[in-house]
T-cell receptor, first 114, second 115 residues
Framework: DSGVTQTPKHLITATGQRVTLRCSPR?????VYWYQQSLDQGLQFLIQ???????AKGNILERFSAQQFPDLHSELNLSSLELGDSALYFC?????????????FGPGTRLTVL | AQSVAQPEDQVNVAEGNPLTVKCTYS??????LFWYVQYPNRGLQFLLKYITGDNLVKGSYGFEAEFNKSQTSFHLKKPSALVSDSALYFCAVRDLGQAGTALIFGKGTTLSVSS
């Protein structure tokens, strides 16, 4: 158990809908990352938050947004969903902003868009 | 741009034999390199990392990795494979090209250990 929790485990929805994925980092970790894992794109970085502030953006679509709350949990919002958004979404956390910090991953949320 | 490559989609090895999962990297500057393992329907588990210092890094579950700067490689190794090592393995490098500390992952290598 990495100490990172994600809810829900599975999510099935229809095209055009909006969903929210939730992540709680390990105790004491200030950085939260979101990654998307799909068969065709592999594991791709979406966005990072550090202590409530957006720190870096990766290949995140404009239809997707995220935030980190004062208690450090994070939410990833996916809207106007398309079939191609079906993927496994991982949250990871690390203590801070050091390049050497290890990222610990949650179990993921499997999103299926029908 | 930073990148990491895993040249083999699949590695097959018999139980008890040594295993190697290959990874090469391309970064400007000193790399921070990581190995993760993913079991079916599970998240990624951290195995080991190279930051600086000794080129041979020891990690979890008996795995180790050798950093080779001249060959820009960071191969994962284990002296004696177990059937339970069968999983998907990812090599990753810290993305030093942006303000954050995200990881860039290879496409993964499936390790299959037969009994």
């Amino acid at each position: 158990d990495s100490g990172v929790t994600q809810t829900p485990k599975h999510l099935i929805t229809a095209t055009g809908q909006r969903v929210t994925l939730r992540c709680s980092p390990r105790s004491g970790d200030l950085s939260v990352y979101w990654y998307q894992q799909s068969l065709d794109q592999g594991l791709q970085f979406l966005i990072q938050y550090y202590n409530g502030e957006e720190r870096a953006k990766g290949n995140i679509l404009e239809r997707f947004s995220a935030q980190q709350f004062p208690d450090l949990h994070s939410e990833l919002n996916l809207s106007s969903l398309e079939l191609g958004d079906s993927a496994l979404y991982f949250c990871a956390s690390s203590p801070g902003l050091r390049g050497a910090d290890t990222q610990y991953f949650g179990p993921g949320t499997r999103l299926t868009v029908l | 741009a930073q990148s990491v490559a895993q040249p083999e989609d699949q590695v097959n090895v018999a139980e008890g034999n040594p295993l190697t999962v290959k990874c090469t990297y391309s970064v400007s500057g000193n790399p921070y390199l990581f190995w993760y393992v993913q079991y079916p329907n599970r998240g990624l588990q951290f195995l080991l990392k190279y930051i600086t210092g000794d080129n041979l890094v020891k990690g979890s579950y008996g795995f180790e990795a050798e950093f080779n700067k001249s060959q820009t490689s960071f191969h994962l190794k284990k002296p004696s494979a177990l059937v339970s090592d069968s999983a998907l393995y990812f090599c990753a490098v810290r993305d030093l090209g942006q303000a954050g500390t995200a990881l860039i992952f290879g496409k993964g290598t499936t390790l299959s250990v037969s009994s």
